[in-house]
């Protein structure tokens, strides 16, 4: 507790936003020097990483791991840079330990939400004749745009209640989860397996594993 403390006084804002532009950037700038040249590598790594999947299984499969690998070690090396060195013990571990404790995990995944209801939207936009798959069939007119507006506003409502860790978001994530998974089982037997229909489907199942791990966190 008194480590945590001591990070809490020392915390450097201004660090966190260099290593968020560049990762390890916050760090070398508050001369930790091995620290910046650690998290700078891991990741270009995990990026690399993000890449070679996508070549190997399409776009959907890269981005999907690039936000499940690299952006969640760029976002914790950031929340580093701002706590600075560690008083004892590894300074991974120290950072590792706060953010599972504040729940900034939670809120990374409401970040998450935010991001996809943005692209969902400007998909949506872009594509007004495109009619999203609702249950083995594709509605069109009024039906069709609910529809197909009901995922960005989900993903809002579910993205602003994890960033601020509200009770009700567990709820409602849960009630988007139930939706969505029965949805895409249903088209999944009606249209058959898809890369960007798979990639999704598994990520909802992921998300929803990790949310009920995490359940407690919503009860503070």
Not at 6 to 11: A, D, V
């Amino acid at each position: 507790m008194a480590v945590d403390a001591l990070s809490h006084s020392t915390s450097d804002h201004r660090a966190a936003f260099y290593s968020a532009l560049l990762p390890g950037l916050g760090q070398l700038l508050r001369g930790r020097h091995r620290a910046a040249v650690f998290y700078g590598l891991i990741t270009i790594l995990l990026i690399m990483l993000s890449f070679a999947l996508g070549r190997l299984s399409g776009r959907a499969a890269e981005v999907f791991f690039f936000m499940l690998l690299a952006l969640p070690w760029w976002a914790l090396q950031s929340y580093d840079a701002a706590l600075g060195p560690a008083a004892s013990g590894s300074d991974l571990a120290r950072t590792s330990r706060m953010a599972w404790a504040e729940g900034h995990d939670i809120r990374f995944l409401g970040l998450l939400f935010l991001v996809s209801a943005a692209n969902d939207a400007i998909i949506i936009a872009k594509n007004p004749e495109y009619l999203l798959p609702f249950f083995c069939t594709k509605l069109d007119g009024a039906a069709g745009f609910v529809t197909k507006a009901l995922s960005p506003f989900l993903h809002t409502w579910v993205g602003y209640g994890f960033l601020r860790v509200k009770k009700w978001s567990l709820l409602v994530y849960l009630v988007y989860a139930a939706y969505g998974t029965t949805n895409a089982l249903v088209n999944l037997t009606c249209f058959g397996p898809g890369r960007i229909r798979n990639t999704l489907l598994i990520a909802l199942l992921a998300f929803t594993s990790y949310i009920l791990w995490r359940r407690r966190m919503f009860q503070r």
